[in-house]
């Protein structure tokens, strides 16, 4: 038997259960005892026998003293009473029903008994408590399993002991004892059997500590050899003074100081040969644009193309027209190529890109098919990036040999994160708001309060206020609870012009939908009723007001994102997250601060890296026990062990690598146990 022998090798596991295991990917003996407990419960507080109460839960350990007594009360119903101490008094315990139980138990066993406490006649008794024999199976924690249809708690603790009673003893520790002592780890068997039934806390702070340590080591490991395969041979690239100040004379704004400091940042990578590899974070609104249009400035200057890449049409499009006010007077040739590009357009395009007459490519995804070559493409630009798996993003470097790199995020992350989605990157912080900013003022409004809001919305609109109203759906669902798009925007046509109204979503023609967002840039009419497709980046420095509909369902850092489409002028912005349900603490964070970095601090906490950040970046999904953030300390050690151990005992990192490739490419580990 190996640790990724089926589970139905475990005795006491038949086909029935298999199967209910594997619902929750538990194929493998090693998916059993690698599934973590979600929680732990103690059974009751531990007592001594005198500090006891009446009606209460408690465990206690005592000794059974004499025979128990079997009484019948009525017919059919019978009761059997141990007598039990401690040094500090005695106590009871009864079953009803239950005579083998007196077969179990002889004079003297020290037992441990927990469950509820009744005063009965001048003494304490438990009654049908849960009674178990010192030693056989400790009492400390109970682990709590995250479940599935027809599985109970009991019977997934059952299975996972019988599956650890299996392996016991034998499974290989990675680590040696030198080792272990050194860092202070427990031992594998041991951490095993004590992440699921720990004897106690200070047993299951022990495992837990070994087993995120044996992971996150194992972790960077994997992430130094993507390291170590960093490339040389980027084109140098460099642009004159009077360059410069074309373009920003072009800009029609003065750039901030961070907006400044960052774009010199990046002029230095692009003038060197080894590849440019920046994140470029920075809350909503706070311009991020404008430094990467200087990096496609300096790289056209110096003759060689660039590619723009967005996750919508709607801001691939923006972009677009963004780069035409600042380029295309200047000689420049720009490409837009979305999923709608027309196949016949297409194809010029990509001859063009082909030929190197093409200078700017802006687009979504579309810039990745096959056919899409570039002539000398030099950088490459990722615009939200958090929108894009990591390998999109790669495909689209591969389109070149080495190019420069810059990724831009609102989201913000620690740069250990960075580390593990993006390898060994520099990180660029635009942390000042373009001037003249005011923060957007945030409501919870409850359903009752909507026509009042809907009568503020008439006076600011009469002040000229663009308003978005944005919703989860596009049409009603009968499973969800939840305003549609269409829904909306039919109640608002009871208060509001028809004209002033417009509808959009993702099921719209491309064409469509840019024909909506430039009327509605150019206020012709003033509420856009949405989805989310308007979510990221998309600019109208004229909206200040955004209606989120159903607010609870949408993610703090994805409100944040909606809620900065507005307040990107000078005027006063308001964001109303529309909402009746009660869980509104996470919603108040949003009320409370306009910070992006805070709220994607809470959020972190709340939801976890890996569903902060989407599974599909990276092998996060990978790791069953660390979390990056609150581990993030065992992170940093264990990286910096794997570092050293690779110079002082090459052989030993080997083994541990084998070990790390295997695990962090889905394959098990194939230790005989047997
Ligand atoms: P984000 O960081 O969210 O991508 P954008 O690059 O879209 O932000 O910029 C937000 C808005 O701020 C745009 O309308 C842009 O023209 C404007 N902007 C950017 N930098 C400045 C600046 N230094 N001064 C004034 N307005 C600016
Ligand atoms: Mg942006």
Same mark, same amino acid.
């Given at each position: 038997m190996t640790l990724d022998s089926p589970v139905a090798e475990v005795k006491g596991i038949g086909n029935k259960k298999a199967k209910l295991l594997s619902k929750l990917g538990i194929v493998t003996i090693a998916d059993l005892i690698y599934y973590m407990p979600r929680d732990y419960e103690t059974q009751g507080t531990s007592a001594r026998i005198n500090g006891l109460k009446d009606g209460e839960i408690f465990n206690i350990s005592a000794v059974i003293t004499g025979e128990p007594s079997i009484r019948r009360i009525k017919s059919g119903l019978n009761l059997t009473k141990f007598s039990l101490q401690d040094e500090t008094g005695r106590v009871e315990a009864v079953f009803f029903n239950q005579p083998y139980i007196r077969k179990m138990y002889k004079n003297g066993d020290k037992v441990y008994v927990s469950g509820s406490v009744k005063k009965a006649g001048g003494h304490f008794q438990f009654t049908n408590p849960h009674m178990e024999k010192h &030693?056989?199976?400790?009492?400390g924690l109970n682990p709590i399993y995250s479940l599935t249809a027809g599985l109970t708690q009991k019977t997934m603790r059952l299975t996972v002991q019988s599956a650890i009673h299996t392996v016991n003893g034998k499974l290989k520790d990675i680590f040696s004892n030198e080792f272990r002592i050194e860092h202070k780890l427990a031992e594998l068997n041991f951490s095993v059997a004590n992440i699921h039934f720990p004897k106690n806390e200070e047993a299951l702070a022990l495992s837990k500590r070994r087993l995120i340590f044996e992971e996150l080591l194992l972790f960077n490991i994997a992430l130094l050899e993507r390291e170590t395969s960093t490339k040389h041979g980027a084109e140098k690239m460099t642009i004159s003074q009077a360059d410069k100040q074309i373009f920003f004379n072009r800009l029609g704004y003065k750039p901030t100081n961070a907006q400044l400091r960052v774009m010199s940042e990046i002029e230095n990578d692009l003038n060197k040969e080894s590849p440019m590899n920046r994140l470029l974070q920075g809350d909503v @609104?706070? &311009?991020?644009?404008t430094p990467a249009f200087y990096a496609m400035n300096i790289c056209i200057n110096s003759g060689y193309q660039c590619v723009l890449m967005a996750p919508t049409e709607v801001l691939a499009t923006q972009h677009f027209a963004g780069a035409q006010r600042i380029?295309?007077?200047? &000689?420049v040739n720009m490409e837009l190529l979305t999923g709608s590009t027309p196949t016949a357009q297409r194809r010029i395009i990509s001859e063009n890109i082909a030929s190197g007459q093409t200078d700017i490519v802006i687009g979504t995804h579309a810039v990745l098919y096959d056919h899409i070559q570039f002539a000398n493409l030099g950088l490459v630009i990722t615009d939200e990036?958090?929108?894009? &798996?990591v390998g999109q993003r790669a495909m689209l470097e591969t389109k070149a040999n080495a190019p420069h790199t810059l990724i831009m995020s609102a989201t913000p992350i620690p740069r250990t994160l960075a580390l593990i989605l993006y390898g060994k990157t520099d990180i660029s912080v635009i942390d000042e708001m373009p001037p003249g900013r005011q923060p957007v003022k945030t409501f919870l409004v409850p359903e009752t309060k909507r026509t009042d809001m809907y009568g503020f919305m008439e006076k600011e609109i009469c002040k000229g206020a663009q308003i978005f109203v944005v919703c989860p759906l596009v049409e009603d669902s009968d499973a969800l609870d939840v305003r549609s798009s269409e829904q909306v925007y039919d109640t608002l046509q009871q208060h509001f012009s028809i004209n002033d109204l417009a509808l959009l979503h993702g099921r719209q023609k491309p064409q469509e939908k840019n024909d909506i967002m430039r009327r509605f840039k150019n206020k012709e009419f003033h509420i856009l009723v949405s989805?989310?497709?308007? %979510?990221? @980046?998309?600019?109208?420095?004229?909206?200040t007001i955004m209606v989120i509909e159903?607010? %609870?369902?949408?993610g703090l850092a994805q409100l944040h994102q909606l809620r900065g489409r507005v307040g990107r002028g000078q005027k006063k912005s308001y964001c109303f997250l529309m909402s009746d349900k009660p869980d509104n603490a996470r919603l108040c964070v949003l009320c409370k601060t306009n910070d992006g970095f805070k709220i994607a601090e809470e959020d972190l906490n709340l939801r976890g890296p890996g569903q902060f950040l989407g599974s599909k970046q990276s092998g996060m999904s990978d790791l069953y026990m660390a979390n990056l953030i609150k581990d993030m300390n065992i992170f940093t050690q264990t990286r910096e062990i794997a570092q050293h151990i690779k110079q002082i005992n090459l052989k030993q990192y080997q083994l541990w690598q084998q070990t790390a490739n295997a695990r962090f490419s889905h394959k098990l580990v194939k230790t005989v146990i047997n």
């Amino acid at each position: 038997m190996t640790l990724d022998s089926p589970v139905a090798e475990v005795k006491g596991i038949g086909n029935k259960k298999a199967k209910l295991l594997s619902k929750l990917g538990i194929v493998t003996i090693a998916d059993l005892i690698y599934y973590m407990p979600r929680d732990y419960e103690t059974q009751g507080t531990s007592a001594r026998i005198n500090g006891l109460k009446d009606g209460e839960i408690f465990n206690i350990s005592a000794v059974i003293t004499g025979e128990p007594s079997i009484r019948r009360i009525k017919s059919g119903l019978n009761l059997t009473k141990f007598s039990l101490q401690d040094e500090t008094g005695r106590v009871e315990a009864v079953f009803f029903n239950q005579p083998y139980i007196r077969k179990m138990y002889k004079n003297g066993d020290k037992v441990y008994v927990s469950g509820s406490v009744k005063k009965a006649g001048g003494h304490f008794q438990f009654t049908n408590p849960h009674m178990e024999k010192h &030693g056989k199976q400790h009492m400390g924690l109970n682990p709590i399993y995250s479940l599935t249809a027809g599985l109970t708690q009991k019977t997934m603790r059952l299975t996972v002991q019988s599956a650890i009673h299996t392996v016991n003893g034998k499974l290989k520790d990675i680590f040696s004892n030198e080792f272990r002592i050194e860092h202070k780890l427990a031992e594998l068997n041991f951490s095993v059997a004590n992440i699921h039934f720990p004897k106690n806390e200070e047993a299951l702070a022990l495992s837990k500590r070994r087993l995120i340590f044996e992971e996150l080591l194992l972790f960077n490991i994997a992430l130094l050899e993507r390291e170590t395969s960093t490339k040389h041979g980027a084109e140098k690239m460099t642009i004159s003074q009077a360059d410069k100040q074309i373009f920003f004379n072009r800009l029609g704004y003065k750039p901030t100081n961070a907006q400044l400091r960052v774009m010199s940042e990046i002029e230095n990578d692009l003038n060197k040969e080894s590849p440019m590899n920046r994140l470029l974070q920075g809350d909503v @609104g706070s &311009g991020k644009t404008t430094p990467a249009f200087y990096a496609m400035n300096i790289c056209i200057n110096s003759g060689y193309q660039c590619v723009l890449m967005a996750p919508t049409e709607v801001l691939a499009t923006q972009h677009f027209a963004g780069a035409q006010r600042i380029f295309s007077d200047a &000689g420049v040739n720009m490409e837009l190529l979305t999923g709608s590009t027309p196949t016949a357009q297409r194809r010029i395009i990509s001859e063009n890109i082909a030929s190197g007459q093409t200078d700017i490519v802006i687009g979504t995804h579309a810039v990745l098919y096959d056919h899409i070559q570039f002539a000398n493409l030099g950088l490459v630009i990722t615009d939200e990036q958090h929108r894009f &798996g990591v390998g999109q993003r790669a495909m689209l470097e591969t389109k070149a040999n080495a190019p420069h790199t810059l990724i831009m995020s609102a989201t913000p992350i620690p740069r250990t994160l960075a580390l593990i989605l993006y390898g060994k990157t520099d990180i660029s912080v635009i942390d000042e708001m373009p001037p003249g900013r005011q923060p957007v003022k945030t409501f919870l409004v409850p359903e009752t309060k909507r026509t009042d809001m809907y009568g503020f919305m008439e006076k600011e609109i009469c002040k000229g206020a663009q308003i978005f109203v944005v919703c989860p759906l596009v049409e009603d669902s009968d499973a969800l609870d939840v305003r549609s798009s269409e829904q909306v925007y039919d109640t608002l046509q009871q208060h509001f012009s028809i004209n002033d109204l417009a509808l959009l979503h993702g099921r719209q023609k491309p064409q469509e939908k840019n024909d909506i967002m430039r009327r509605f840039k150019n206020k012709e009419f003033h509420i856009l009723v949405s989805t989310t497709v308007i %979510e990221v @980046g998309v600019d109208v420095p004229d909206a200040t007001i955004m209606v989120i509909e159903n607010a %609870e369902r949408f993610g703090l850092a994805q409100l944040h994102q909606l809620r900065g489409r507005v307040g990107r002028g000078q005027k006063k912005s308001y964001c109303f997250l529309m909402s009746d349900k009660p869980d509104n603490a996470r919603l108040c964070v949003l009320c409370k601060t306009n910070d992006g970095f805070k709220i994607a601090e809470e959020d972190l906490n709340l939801r976890g890296p890996g569903q902060f950040l989407g599974s599909k970046q990276s092998g996060m999904s990978d790791l069953y026990m660390a979390n990056l953030i609150k581990d993030m300390n065992i992170f940093t050690q264990t990286r910096e062990i794997a570092q050293h151990i690779k110079q002082i005992n090459l052989k030993q990192y080997q083994l541990w690598q084998q070990t790390a490739n295997a695990r962090f490419s889905h394959k098990l580990v194939k230790t005989v146990i047997n």
